[in-house]
């Protein structure tokens, strides 16, 4: 049985719910090679939107792993598909390239 973790983020009071359920990146790195893992991605999709919060996906490192995300209803990624990590000027320029 697949082990997993879910960071709730935006909970300033036991009685507010969160803005999103981000999922962590030991998640998304098998769902290229194990069917199972959109079982388990899907649920936690689910329950978010459930809850009337959104998903977020940490690690994404493949436009094809994005693909398999937005047909999950996931509705953040972060990760190397994008840019890796980067000071704020290199942040700058590289928002100004993909804007052009």
Known sequence: MPTFLLTVFG??????LARFVQI??????????NPE??????TIVDMAHGLGIEA?????E?????N???MLGVNYVQGYAFSKPMNIVDLQGFLVRKSA
Do not use: H, M, N, Y
């Open 56 to 60: 977020l996906a940490e690690g994404v």
């Open 37 to 42: 893992q959109f079982k388990l991605i899907k």
């Open 24 to 33: 962590d990146r030991a998640l998304i790195s098998p769902l290229s090679s």
């Open 62 to 66: 493949t436009e094809d792993t994005i």
């Open 68 to 70: 398999k995300l937005r």
């Open 11 to 16: 909970v300033s009071t036991l009685t507010s």
